[in-house]
């Protein structure tokens, strides 16, 4: 079996970003908050202070290794909520079709004309920052492309003729779409949700920037940078690792969708075997 | 003799609906099955014959729709039941196995769990008991090595091995009625003749009834005790599998004798040219007005285009349905 390197580049940036994440107290030097030292105010980076400090003397190593937990937090769970939105959307729309189809099409092409950073905006100005509101916000929003696939791929798999022997063989319309139909479209899912996890992840560095999003002195990589803006002149340091990170796992989210995309396609599968 | 048949049609309708035009693709077609019994319906494509069967399980979709007729399983209406009821009887009492078993298998699931599916679903099985019963099944159907094979996936098995899957997961349930929808079709002359054995001695071992719709006379008339034949949406013969090569009354189905290929007919009447059945089967459409036969039919008269023949009985159960039968 023969992998990709987009999947096992993509795959071993993301991996590193989860250990980092799941191992980020014993990683981190210092405690990402409480650890302020005015003495050691905007460091630069040096052997004890890896990535250097800030303004209040906190190390950004620390910051960066805790805010993975944050971002990978919201782009994990955020985009789940959005699969299972889109999914269950996509499919019952494809599958019954008639007025429900018509619903969901509207609601999708609704979600589709408004820039899901700004509908973002508008669920966090009500709910008011804060990690729980966050991943409201962008759970509700993201969830258009999926739905979209889900029921493309269930209009096609409608008329295979496994679906249709399932009906001839008494499988209910639940089971149908369970068995039958989701299987067969989770490649297309599963790619479409680790792209969205990126884009997640950048929603939510945009939201922090903005200052509706996790709120200091909690490291994430989003507010870190808003609070580096004044400084990218004199600590430039300040911006460039957050930003590395975000660029980082990003990057390998990206790739991970793309390898992703060849690994699960059933011709190359069918090679395989 | 008096005992109600396992499947009745009476009458039968099938509308076909488009925004446009209203017009009937089956009209008129009835026949019974007994328990147990074998009946084929045969004729070309697009003559109605799978549109009768999916109406027989109840699912046939927009646009087509029931217009007129009964179908009676057991003696119930199969219309007037709720869809709960129906999808019961479906896989349960009544199975189905189709044309191409490449594309009936989901292909992302092993094929034991396809046929336990039916345990769990139809008899309240767990699916550790399902799994037993799954690979007792496909032992049934003569697969080696069953233990091994229901954890194969469709692709892994050769078209005669996921026929003989089909086979498995329709009878899994021991339905009353296997409806066959040109059940080898897809598969090469050796297999299919395994298969159709197969599906023939498992049945009469169960008392399963079967359906069997194909457009191979031939084939049909070899498995089954009745036939009946449909052209362009109606049947216009029916009769017992061995009087229909030796005296068949309607010129259509005098025509698919003819045409089919008969061994030692060289030897015997030198090289001729096989009969075929001059023009073709009219569009739904366009069904000619009288009997629907007549514009191909060298038999046919002014009556023939004008007026639909009613259904004649014949000696020993047949009938027919034309004004100029043999």
């Not at chain 1, 200052?211 to 994430?220: D, F, K, T, V």
Request: proline share 5%; with cysteine; net charge neutral.
């Amino acid at each position: 079996m023969k992998l990709g390197a987009s999947f096992v580049i993509g795959g071993a940036l993301f991996a590193l970003a989860i250990f980092v994440g799941l191992l980020a107290p014993w990683l981190a030097h210092t405690d990402p908050v409480m650890d302020a030292n005015l003495l050691n105010a905007e460091e630069p980076p040096s052997w004890i202070w890896w990535f250097g400090t800030d303004a209040q003397g906190r190390d950004i190593y620390s910051r960066v290794v805790h805010g993975a937990r944050i971002s990978l937090t919201v782009g994990i769970v955020s985009q789940f909520v959005n699969s299972v939105i889109g999914v269950t959307l996509g499919v019952t729309a494809g599958y019954w079709g008639g007025w429900w189809d018509d619903v969901v099409n509207g609601l999708t092409n609704l979600m589709l004309a408004i820039p899901s950073l700004i509908f973002a905006l508008a669920i966090m100005a009500v709910l008011g920052p804060g990690l729980t509101s966050l991943l409201i916000a962008l759970g509700l929003t993201n969830w258009s492309f999926t739905c979209r696939i889900a029921r493309a791929s269930t209009l096609s798999l409608k008329s295979q003729g496994y679906v249709q022997a399932a009906r001839v063989l008494g499988y209910g319309d639940l089971r149908i779409m369970i068995t039958q139909l989701l299987p067969n479209m989770l490649g297309p899912i599963i790619v479409i949700g680790t792209l969205g996890m990126g884009g997640a992840v950048l929603a939510e560095a945009s939201l922090s920037f903005l200052g509706l999003g996790i709120r200091p002195p909690y490291p994430s990589w989003g507010s870190m940078l808003s609070e580096a803006r004044d400084q990218i002149t004199t600590a430039p340091w300040l911006s460039i690792f957050p930003g590395l990170a975000i660029f980082l796992t990003v990057l390998g989210l990206n790739l991970l969708g793309d390898g992703l995309r060849d690994v699960l396609d059933p011709q190359s599968r069918s090679r395989r075997t | 003799m008096t005992s109600p048949p396992l499947i009745e049609v009476e009458d039968l309708r099938i509308d076909l609906d488009d925004r446009s035009s209203h017009v009937a693709a089956v009209e008129g077609v009835s026949f019974r099955i007994d328990r147990g019994e074998t009946f084929g319906l045969v004729g070309e494509s697009g003559c109605g014959k799978s549109i009768t069967a999916l109406a027989l399980i109840g699912l046939l979709r927009q646009p087509l729709s029931i217009g007129a007729g009964a179908i009676r399983f057991d003696g119930r209406e199969i219309q007037g039941l709720a869809s709960a009821e129906q999808r019961a009887l479906r896989g349960n009492r009544i199975a189905m196995i189709f044309q191409e078993p490449m594309t009936a298998l989901n292909p992302v699931s092993p094929v034991g769990r396809q046929i336990a599916e039916m345990f769990v679903l139809h008899k309240g099985k767990n699916w550790r008991e399902a799994n037993q019963l799954a690979v007792e099944a496909l032992a049934s159907v003569r697969v080696p090595a069953p233990e091994r094979r229901v954890k194969d996936y469709p692709h892994q098995l050769s078209g005669g091995m996921r026929q003989r899957v089909m086979i498995a997961i329709a009878l899994a349930c021991g339905p009353d009625l296997l409806i066959a929808d040109e059940p080898t079709t897809a598969l090469d002359v050796t297999v299919q003749a395994e298969i159709i054995e197969l599906m023939r001695n498992l049945c009469a071992e169960r008392g399963t009834a079967i359906l069997m719709i194909s457009h191979d006379l031939g084939l049909v008339a070899n498995v089954c005790r009745r036939v009946a034949v449909m052209y362009a949406g109606r049947i216009v013969e029916e009769r017992g599998s061995a009087d229909i090569f030796r005296a068949c009354a309607h010129p259509y189905t005098q025509g698919l004798v003819d045409s089919l290929p008969r061994l030692g007919s060289r030897a015997a009447l030198g090289r001729t040219r096989l009969q075929e059945i001059a023009g073709v089967v009219p569009a739904i459409a366009d069904f000619p007005d009288g009997c629907r036969f007549n514009p191909r039919c060298a038999r046919a008269t002014e009556i023939c285009r004008t007026t639909a023949p009613e259904t004649t009985l014949l000696g020993a159960g047949g009938l027919v349905r034309c004004h100029h039968h043999a």
